[in-house]
């Protein structure tokens, strides 16, 4: 695997920290296909961190819809 110039790449190791968990649950993720997509096998396995923030992005639960002032005032 090479890396392209400029594009940052996290190490099981990095991924486990940024997320605060164990490297066991990385690799979990991993065997599940639940994690952010990785580059390459076993130990050298990488992941782009624009994978890494787009797969954190859509774990995100949905904002609350908000109220309207009209609606609040309907509601009470």
Partial sequence: ??????????????LAER????VETVYAWNSR???PRPMGRG???????????AW???RL????????AAQTVHAA
């Fill in 19 to 22: 997320e605060g968990v164990e």
């Fill in 33 to 35: 296909g639940t994690g």
């Fill in 1 to 14: 695997m090479t890396a392209s110039p400029g594009v940052r790449h996290l190490t099981i190791a990095e």
């Fill in 43 to 53: 130990r050298g396995r990488r992941y782009r961190l624009a994978d890494v923030e």
């Fill in 61 to 68: 639960s949905p904002a609350p819809a908000r109220m309207t």
């Fill in 56 to 58: 954190e992005e859509s």
